[in-house]
């Protein structure tokens, strides 16, 4: 498999091989990442009217968590991105996930973090059909990292907290570092990427990418 | 340096050390490239009239490279994109940089390609202020590389068509491959990489990654 993507054949190959298990067990597939919103009730009823609700429009491959009709604008000081997908369902805390890009655009500092880990963020102002919410910090660029469940973190040694590194293949081929490990009940395995990096590695959403420690 | 970005500072550091001589040599700045277009003299001419010249409004890193005023639209099947600036100056064969997510957007596919090596890429529509160049090929999104001299590919005993890897440092660091070595006469020395590289990579134009083999 040298020197080409991962395919959903290739792990298929794989995974009809005893001896390779291990090896094929620690080949997951890639989910991308664009520009979402994730917002909070209190977030959700200034923007949109209270007791609004979210229409869903696409699952997402983690449970539970959707793409929803709505959108709304970013404004930062040195311009405005349009159109920018709510993921539901509400969480207990407003968080905007950028690119690098959009950053640049916004006029904001790009912040590599993990979710929920906004101490420091920069702020930006949500604007909503029925109202705007000025937040003074809660903008990241997403820290890649992997997602799974308890059984799958234990088939593969693997626990919540832990980093490790990620190999990819094609012509962009790399090894990255600092890939956090998020082991919740009901993680769906793959690893998240943003669009930056998986166009940076030449992967796309049928990719796969293998752990090494 | 571990867990940051190499700075100026810290190359000025690095190189204050003899004994770290070695390493120091192999710790380069990076050059970032964004989508751009450069021309031949038939195409120019079809695009802004005969016997136009460029306007060159900024020099680049590598010598004689310039940003000029003059910029293009491209047209996919998808989409547009305008405002494209044309480097100068003209060259044997008109070449379209542009980024993976340019590629999506225009509706063609990215192919990732070393500079000239033209054969097999999608083909595009050049709209300039006097009419329209329709390509066969010629688009690509750029393959990183390294630019450099004889004398300072000597002192890194790399040759023209050597392959090596980076490292890079950060939160989002990683160890690149196929990074492929490019030696001219008057090549300044940096490491070229694409716009959506740098932002998936953490690195700004100020700085460092680090060759190893």
Redesign the interface.
């Known amino acids: 498999m040298e020197n080409k993507f991962f395919t959903e054949k290739d792990l298929e190959n794989l995974l009809g091989k005893e001896d390779e298990k291990k090896t094929s067990l620690n080949i997951i597939p890639v989910g991308i990442s664009g520009r979402h919103v994730h917002l909070s009730k209190e977030h959700l009823e200034i923007l949109f009217g209270k007791d609004y609700e979210l229409t869903p429009i696409k699952n997402l491959t983690q449970p539970g968590q959707f793409a929803s009709k709505e959108t709304v604008t970013l404004a930062g000081p040195k311009s405005v991105i349009e159109n920018v997908r709510i993921i539901g369902p509400v969480r207990s805390k407003t968080q905007v996930e950028i690119?690098?890009?959009d950053a640049f655009k916004l006029g904001l500092k790009?912040v590599?973090r993990l979710s929920g880990h906004l101490e420091g963020t920069p702020g930006i102002t949500i604007i909503g059909k029925k109202g705007t919410v000025v937040l003074d910090e809660g903008v990241i660029v997403s820290?890649?990292h992997i997602h799974l469940n308890e059984e799958q973190g234990r088939e593969r040694n693997l626990k919540n907290g832990d980093v490790v590194k990620l190999r990819t293949r094609g012509?962009?081929?790399?090894?990255?570092?600092?890939v956090s490990v998020r082991v919740g009940d009901n993680g769906y395995l793959d690893c998240h990427l943003?669009?930056?990096?998986a166009?940076?590695?030449?992967l796309n959403s049928k990719s796969y990418v293998e752990i090494v420690r």
């Open positions: 690119l690098t890009s790009p590599v820290q890649r012509i962009r081929s790399a090894i990255l570092d600092n943003d669009q930056e990096e166009n940076a590695l030449g």
